[in-house]
Each structure stands twice: as structure tokens, then as C-alpha cells.
T-cell receptor
Framework: RKEVEQDPGPFNVPEGATVAFNCTYS??????FFWYRQDCRKEPKLLMS???SGNEDGRFTAQLNRASQYISLLIRDSKLSDSATYLC???????????FGSGTKLNVKP | GAVVSQHPSRVICKSGTSVKIECRSL??????MFWYRQFPKQSLMLMAT?????????EQGVEKDKFLINHASLTLSTLTVTSAHPEDSSFYIC?????????????FGDGTRLSIL
């Protein structure tokens, strides 16, 4: 079983839509969680860390469910510029070990 | 915010050449740096974890003599692809995380696109 699993998508949504991605992780001792976005042929960029109580940054909301071992990312009012691959990253109990999901591709269409 | 600079961004060279890639943390001290490789339409693959002042830890299947990593200071790590061949052509990305709390994220460099002819 993979350490981190994501639905690869693609998610094709119209501008203005709300879209949500989930990511599951296998190690219950995982300590910290992040969402990154990666544009085609570019490096990943940190979108947001995910905190236990959930957190919001503008149109983006991240949630953590430790009991079910998943994190989610909600994007409201999608923009064309949100089109990218969204990577779920989990930091294991060994804090220098990060596990990446394979990414979820989002296409926002006019 | 944390900035990681990677250089060069693009390399095209002949088979047999050794290529050196630098990764610098510009505004923070990076006790740990990571080196990844990504083939087209595939996930990031961790190659090695580099801690300042000690030997890098390589992932299974990554040849340490082929991919030499040096992390001599808190702001610089280098990856040297020795005697590169066409199958080494890929997108190489470094990342760095600061010292301190274990919940700090990684910050990525811009990546180096390596093409071996």
C-alpha cells in the first residue's frame, strides 16, 4: 500500500465552481501535512500547510481528519489559473521523511 | 517567504559529461536538503536526503557513485551527475527545509532540466 494516495483525476470544472480533493495516508503516526501545486514543467510550490483544526487561505480550505487518516483541499470560485496538479505531502514520524501523493490534476475551463 | 535557488535551470550536454547542479537556500539555513527527479507525467521521485556536514542518505536504487551529493554548508547542496548518459535526462529538483520545528514544509528550487545527447 502506498504511503499517500490521491485520485489522479483529471477534475474538469467550469470557472467559478467549487472543487474538493481528498488524500489518504497510511501511517497514523504522520505528523504534518501539506498541499503543493505543481504547474506543467515547473517545480512544486507550497500552497498551504494543513493544521489539525483546519485552515483557510482565501479561496482555499484545508482539513485534516486524523481518525480517518485523510486530508482535503477545497477550492471555491475556481479560476483558470488554478489549473495545475495538486500534490498531497505527508511528513512521517521521522521528520526528515516526506511522502508525496502522485498528484490530482485540475483543469478549470472557461 | 523561504526562497530556494537552483542553478543551472537548463543543461544540454554530450554523453559522458559530468554535470553539477547547485541548490541554495537564500534566506534561511537549511539543515536538510532533498534531491528529486521527475520524468514527464510522473511523480516526483526522491533520490537522496542530504544533511549538512554528513553523508547523504540515498534511496533504494539510486547509485551514490553516479549521483554525488555534497552539503558542505547550511545554505548550499550540490548534486553532480557523473558521466551522464541519455537515460539520465530528466527534471532534477532540490528542496530545503529549515532547522527548528519538525512541522516545517519543504521549499523547492526552480528545477534543472537536464538533456543528455
Amino acid at each position: 500500500r502506498k504511503e499517500v494516495e490521491q485520485d489522479p483525476g483529471p477534475f474538469n470544472v467550469p470557472e467559478g465552481a467549487t472543487v474538493a480533493f481528498n488524500c489518504t495516508y497510511s501511517n497514523s503516526a504522520s505528523q504534518s501535512f501539506f498541499w503543493y501545486r505543481q504547474d506543467c514543467r515547473k517545480e512544486p510550490k507550497l500552497l498551504m500547510s494543513v493544521y489539525s483544526s483546519g485552515n483557510e487561505d482565501g479561496r482555499f480550505t484545508a482539513q485534516l481528519n486524523r481518525a480517518s487518516q485523510y486530508i482535503s483541499l477545497l477550492i471555491r470560485d475556481s479560476k483558470l489559473s488554478d489549473s495545475a496538479t495538486y500534490l498531497c505531502v505527508v511528513n512521517a514520524y521521522n521528520f526528515n521523511k516526506f511522502y508525496f501523493g502522485s498528484g490530482t490534476k485540475l483543469n478549470v475551463k472557461p | 517567504g523561504a526562497v530556494v535557488s537552483q542553478h543551472p535551470s537548463r543543461v544540454i550536454c554530450k554523453s559522458g559529461t559530468s554535470v553539477k547542479i547547485e541548490c541554495r537556500s537564500l534566506d534561511f539555513q537549511a539543515t536538510t536538503m532533498f534531491w528529486y527527479r521527475q520524468f514527464p507525467k510522473q511523480s516526483l521521485m526522491l533520490m537522496a536526503t542530504s544533511n549538512e556536514g554528513s553523508k547523504a542518505t540515498y534511496e533504494q536504487g539510486v547509485e551514490k557513485d553516479k549521483f554525488l551529493i555534497n552539503h558542505a554548508s547550511l545554505t548550499l547542496s550540490t548534486l553532480t551527475v557523473t558521466s551522464a548518459h541519455p537515460e539520465d535526462s530528466s527534471f532534477y529538483i532540490c528542496s530545503a527545509r529549515g532547522s527548528g520545528q519538525s512541522n516545517q514544509p519543504q521549499h523547492f528550487g526552480d528545477g534543472t532540466r537536464l538533456s543528455i545527447l
